[in-house]
T-cell receptor, first 114, second 116 residues
């Protein structure tokens, strides 16, 4: 069975500082990895994905994530946080089949303060 | 990216009544859609996979007679919460993937259901 772990319920960072939101995963075969962001009472917005290729992937709003196969991790990063980045972030994984289901982590609340 | 529209965004209903939630893929066809339930401060729990033209596949522990899913066309799936009870109050989210062109899923805006 596939699984995702987001070990931090909340991450606090000051605006302008770099941020990291951690994610580790377990899946059979090559992983398809995703990060989504959720604002209050809204659905999930796609941020970025890793399917194959470069381990460092860049996504929306200046976010990037680094795929590390040996550590089975896919941490989300941003060089300089903004207050508007405050939201709930979900890491997700699925296998490569077209009907594969997404498995989500428990989410990490990012709080960026002035 | 592709757009998934979910309606209504918020609904309040009385106990014992049924509520229908619609999920539409606006600019692509989706043979498969997914329905999730999200509890406060919790992750998304997959309820069922909706398959166009066939029966939905429910996850373990989800009552199929309680949560009726219909996927009548390639752009529309509906979730009906039947005989709703207060414990069914939750945030329901649908998603779909344009399997022909993308590897990521796109999500509807979610529906906040409150059963009183």
């Amino acid at each position: 069975a596939q699984s995702v772990a987001q070990p931090e319920d909340q991450v606090n960072v000051a605006e302008g500082n770099p941020l990291t939101v951690k994610c580790t995963y377990s899946v059979s075969g090559n992983p398809y990895l995703f990060w989504y962001v959720q604002y209050p009472n809204r659905g999930l917005q796609f941020l970025l994905k890793y399917i194959t290729g470069d381990n460092l992937v860049k996504g929306s709003y200046g976010f990037e994530a680094e795929f590390n196969k040996s550590q089975t991790s896919f941490h989300l990063k941003k060089p300089s946080a903004l207050v508007s980045d405050s939201a709930l972030y979900f890491c997700a994984v699925r296998g490569g089949g077209t009907a594969s289901k997404l498995t989500f982590g428990t989410g990490t609340r990012l709080q960026v303060t002035l | 990216g592709a757009v998934v529209s979910q309606h209504p965004s918020r609904v309040i209903c009385k106990s014992g009544t049924s509520v229908k939630i619609e999920c539409r893929s606006l600019d692509f066809q989706a043979t498969t859609m997914f329905w999730y339930r999200q509890f406060p401060k919790k992750s998304l729990m997959l309820m069922a996979t909706s398959n166009e033209g066939s029966k939905a596949t429910y996850e373990q522990g989800v009552e199929k007679d309680k949560f009726l899913i219909n996927h009548a066309s390639l752009t529309l799936s509906t979730l009906t919460v039947t005989s709703a009870h207060p414990e069914d109050s939750s945030f329901y989210i649908c998603s779909a993937r344009d399997q022909g062109t993308s590897t990521e899923a796109f999500f509807g805006q979610g529906t906040r259901l409150t059963v009183v």
